[in-house]
Structure formats: structure tokens, C-alpha cells
């Protein structure tokens, strides 16, 4: 059974359940620029960089928004949303608080900026947070599953990823990170280092070592 030395956590789909409030807030969005948006749009970006997806949403809404002004928007709606109600994963919580409970060092690694990460983060024992708006390298580079490991102090070949989408399943590969992936929005493909189920509601860390052994 592996002896992980610390947990890396995505947030978008795999804590929190934000995938609704992005999309509603492109729908706005598009609505505002009397364009059509739609589901396959959405999902689309899932586990897009920001500006990534600034620029997809700018060119199919033909927006003279340039893309960080198409992400400052949406970042404040999403930052407003959370400030308000936070709506949990299956089991996240959980399982956040059992690897506190153990010692486990635990990161949040995010490619949604500071303002959108903060409320979540203030809830949740984290010991390290990075976001999207201090790399360079967003997902699927290794660059922010690396740099989390290294505030963590500890190597990212010995750490357990948990992800929700194939941008930053391959992120945290690239890292040398075991990945366990619950899907949520869209489907990610198998991979070395990659595990698959369905939630982790009623789990244990220790369920979660087994799939790795």
C-alpha cells in the first residue's frame, strides 16, 4: 500500500461543484452578446486554463471582450457565488478531514484564480494552495502539481492526485503523481499512475492507498 507523503487536490468538479456556476455565468455571458451558448460549449473548457478559455468563450461569442477582461467576468461571478453558498462533492469533505485527521500534508491545486479559491480554501485544512494566476504553466503542464509539492516540501512523485477532469489528470501525471480520477462532467482517459471511481462518498484514505498497491 503506498505511503503517500502528501495529497494534492483539485477543486473545480472534484471538491466543489462549481461546473453549474461557470456555466451560468457564460450563459450570461453569452446572452449579453445575443449569442447561443451551449452544453457541449461549457464542457468544453472543463479544466481549461483560464485564459484558455477566455479566448475559446471570446471567439464564440465574437466579443471585442479581449480574454482577460472575458475571465476577469467570470471570475467575479464565480467569487461572488462561492462568498455565498458552497456546494460540496460527494464525500471531498470527508475525505479532506480524515487525511487531516492522519497528519497527511494536503495542497490545493486549482487553475481558478485566488478569489475563487479563497473561500473554499478557508474552509478546508490546506497547508498549500496554488491557483491558476501564479503559474506560468497552467494544467496539463506538471508545473502546478510541482510547485505544490514543493511548498509542501515534499517530492511529487510521492504524492496522490485527486482530479476530476483529463487536463488535470495529465497535469498530475506529468508530475509523477498518482492520480485518482472522479469523474464528474466529462469523461478522462486511462493512464498509466491512473485510477478511476465513481465517488468518494463513504470512503476511507486507506480504500484510496488499495487502489494503488
Known amino acids: 500500500m503506498p505511503a503517500y507523503a502528501a495529497v494534492l487536490w483539485d477543486l473545480d468538479g472534484t471538491i466543489v461543484d462549481t461546473e453549474p456556476l461557470w456555466m451560468a455565468a457564460e450563459h450570461t455571458l453569452a446572452q449579453q452578446h445575443g449569442k447561443i451558448w451551449t452544453e457541449e460549449d461549457g464542457l468544453a473548457l472543463v479544466g ?25 467576468y467570470l471570475v467575479g461571478q464565480l467569487t461572488s457565488a462561492l462568498t455565498n453558498h458552497i456546494d460540496w462533492r460527494p464525500g471531498a469533505r470527508d475525505m479532506i478531514a480524515a ?8 495542497a490545493l491545486v486549482t487553475m481558478s484564480y485566488t478569489s475563487i479559491a479563497e ?13 491558476g494566476d501564479t503559474v506560468s504553466r497552467p494544467k496539463p503542464h506538471p508545473d502546478p502539481y510541482l510547485l505544490a509539492a514543493e511548498l509542501l516540501g515534499v517530492d511529487a512523485g510521492q504524492c496522490l492526485a485527486i482530479e476530476d477532469s483529463g487536463t488535470g489528470a495529465a497535469s498530475a501525471n506529468a508530475a509523477g503523481c498518482d492520480v485518482l480520477v472522479v469523474p464528474h462532467f466529462v469523461n478522462v482517459p486511462a493512464a498509466e499512475r491512473r485510477v478511476q ?6 470512503l476511507k484514505p486507506d480504500d484510496l492507498r488499495e487502489l494503488f498497491a
Open 48 to 72: 481549461n486554463s483560464l485564459l484558455t478559455s477566455g479566448q475559446y468563450i471570446r471567439d464564440k461569442l465574437d466579443s471585442s471582450m479581449s480574454p482577460e477582461e472575458v475571465v476577469d
Open 99 to 106: 487525511f487531516e485527521s492522519e497528519g497527511m500534508p494536503q
Open 197 to 202: 471511481i465513481p465517488t468518494l462518498e463513504g
Open 119 to 131: 473561500p473554499v480554501a478557508a474552509a478546508l485544512p490546506f497547508k498549500a494552495v496554488v491557483t
